[in-house]
């Protein structure tokens, strides 16, 4: 069966684990994005395999809504934190909006490619004051290129470090803005010691295209004197420890009386 741009696919020699949509085809190659993870590859077009499967968004975490124990909805109200999410595809970011609409998140998007996101996000976070703020797109590490810890040697990281950076400088506390930075295979280490809350990948694997969203809104729906669970938070994310971590914090909703 013939392949085309735009049709989903897996690749056979590595053993059909990751759905792809086909984005571009040059002569035998076909170059793919993938479907659930932050990934770009290219494979010849005799590996790949036609999948009935159509792009579908996960099921959402259902504890990411506010606990049915601490909604009395005749007496309280909430008011959870704000999201700037930028993100430098504009299909993984439409997909995290919706995701964000579906569980009554107040979240703004903005699509910037991942090298002028360092150069933009000061305004941004001017005009948008959030709470959090998910620095995010598509990355790689490339292991031809040698030293794990060089920053150098990724697609992108080094363009997220500089764009934390700028983050911080506009709020230097952790507590009052959260930063989630990073994308598949990203170094998480730098990303840390740059300032960030959360980052990926600290075993340099690939990430779901909605953990980034998944930490945020559930830091957005908790109350802010109420400590996260942190290992229960990335126990949420598609891959765990192995592609997410950070620090510990509280929430970020205030619960206010009356309603």
Known sequence: MEIKKGDFVTRNSYQNDTIFKVVNIKGDMCYLKGVDVRLYADSNIEDL?????????????????????????????YLPGKILHIDGDSEYLERCLKFYRKNNVFAVGKKISESEIASKIHLLLLEYQPDIVIITGHDAYYKKKGDIHNIRNYKNTENFVKAVKEARRFEKSHEKLVIIAGACQSNYEELIKA?????????????????????????????????????????????????????????????????
């Open 49 to 77: 395999v036609l999948t009935d499967a159509e792009e579908k968004v996960e099921d959402v975490v259902s504890d990411i809504q506010i606990g049915e124990e601490n909604m009395m909805r005749g007496e309280f109200f």
């Open 195 to 259: 300032g960030a809350n959360f980052a990926s990948s600290p075993k340099r694997v690939n990430i779901h295209a909605l953990d980034p969203a998944i930490i945020a809104s559930t830091i957005a729906m908790s109350e802010r004197n109420k400590a996260i669970d942190l290992v229960g938070l990335l126990d949420k994310t598609k891959y765990g420890k192995d592609g997410m971590g950070g620090l510990m914090c509280n929430g970020l909703m205030y619960v206010g009386y009356p309603r």
